[in-house]
């Protein structure tokens, strides 16, 4: 494991009582909420059984209230990333980088592994987006996917195709630890074809970080083309980052999101970039 990696760790604080932080910053209201409740057929009691808050509205997305128990949450140490030229953000950690296994092994991070690198998991986001994913034509079966181990490297990453010989519904994880003290990193987006979900785990707290701004946003397209290009966006949805919440968002071609502008910022922006990802691009643009 690098040095740096060793070196510099921040212990995350212990998110404050509820209910102050419960509930998401919300441009639009909400009216097509959907609790949805385990199925009951995991057999290991695991976090697995978390609540997800499906949403519709502006685009197929979840949000989890609390990604960890709050004993378990506050062991978690954010590692102080290597600088890596590579990344997206100039600041990460991919599980294909030495010292990724050491830090998911470690307290906390074990525990969440434990969840969001299951298979259990990940067909559970799966079924929740299954009628999304059909009601689209994406190429995956959700009744038929299933974890293959597999670890993108960073080479893998930038290839717009990866192997379209493969099977679409065997899916893999990406779970990058990032982090950003620029205040200039902003666009809405769609995550790459091949990114089945995405979302952000949120590791930080915004205040703690002396962040304004730097929201996590959904969008819409008031010149949507179907093509997986954010025209004009129009800011639907605000999740600030708050400790031990997180967002999920089908990857479809409606899936407008990104990092709204950062007006301060004294410390760092930290987060996880959760991916369950196909090998094949499972998104098809118009045109
Ligand atoms: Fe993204």
Same mark, same amino acid.
């Given at each position: 494991m690098p040095s740096a990696v060793c070196r510099w760790r921040h212990r995350?604080?212990?998110?404050?009582?509820?209910?102050?932080r419960r509930r998401p910053c919300m441009?639009?209201?909400?009216? $097509?909420?959907?609790?949805v409740r385990p199925t009951g057929q995991l057999k290991?009691?695991?976090?697995?059984?978390?609540?997800?808050? *499906?949403h519709s509205q502006p685009t197929p997305h979840a949000v &989890?209230?609390?990604?960890?128990?709050?004993?378990?949450?506050? #062991?978690?140490?954010?590692?102080d990333l290597p600088e890596a030229p590579g990344g997206r953000t100039g600041h990460d950690l991919f599980s294909c980088d030495p010292g990724w296994s050491e830090i998911m092994s470690s307290p906390g991070w074990a525990e969440l592994a434990s969840t969001f690198l299951s298979e259990d998991f990940m067909k559970r986001v799966i079924g929740l987006f299954a009628d999304d994913i059909r009601s689209r034509n994406a190429l995956l079966d959700p009744d038929a996917v299933y974890l293959e181990p597999y670890r993108e490297s960073r080479?893998?990453?930038?290839?717009?195709?990866? $192997?379209?010989? #493969?099977?679409?519904n065997a899916l893999f994880f990406r779970f990058d630890f990032q982090a950003t003290t620029s205040t200039g990193w902003h666009f809405a987006h769609t995550d790459h074809p091949r990114r089945v979900v995405g979302g952000i785990l949120f590791i930080a707290d915004a205040e703690e970080e002396g962040m304004e701004g730097g929201e996590f946003g959904l969008f819409s397209d008031l010149e949507f083309r179907d093509d997986r290009v954010c025209h004009s966006p129009k800011l639907e949805k605000v999740f600030p980052h708050r400790h031990n919440k997180g967002i999920l968002l089908l990857n479809c071609n409606t899936a407008f999101h990104g990092p709204l502008p950062i007006r301060k910022l004294t410390g760092t922006r930290?987060? &996880? *970039? *959760?991916?369950?990802?196909s090998h094949r691009n499972v998104w098809r643009p118009a045109g």
């Open positions: 995350v604080r212990r998110p404050p009582a509820e209910p102050a441009v639009a209201p909400m009216s $097509d909420n959907k609790p290991r009691k695991r976090q697995t059984d978390m609540d997800l808050q *499906y &989890i209230s609390e990604l960890l128990a709050p004993d378990i949450y506050s #062991r978690l140490q954010f590692p080479v893998q990453l930038k290839k717009p195709v990866m $192997d379209e010989s #493969r099977d679409p930290k987060w &996880i *970039y *959760y991916s369950i990802s």
